[in-house]
């Protein structure tokens, strides 16, 4: 059974998600092939990090930081190649 710290840094990783959907959702037609694709990549990791995370805590973890840190430029309204260069980094 996951421990506090570790519901908690699911629940980062969903919120992310979500904000992630409302962001793409939200940006004007010209970026949304590139957004499209933002979203698809970020849910693969997103996907691979929980699956991850109840098998190798290292390697969850290196996935969760890059989905963390996507979730910051989402707050800070970054534009959307300089998301997408942070997800296939």
Do not use: C, G, W
């Amino acid at each position: 059974m996951p421990n506090p710290k570790e519901l908690e840094l699911i629940d980062q990783l969903l919120d992310s998600s979500r904000k992630l959907a409302k962001y793409v959702d939200d940006l004007p037609t010209e970026h949304k092939e590139l957004a499209l694709a933002i979203k698809r990549k970020f849910n693969q990791l997103l996907n691979q990090a929980l699956d991850i995370y109840f098998n190798s805590d290292d390697k969850a973890e290196e996935l969760a930081t890059v989905l963390i840190e996507v979730h910051q430029l989402l707050e800070q309204q970054a534009e959307p190649q300089v998301i997408y260069n942070r997800l296939v980094a």
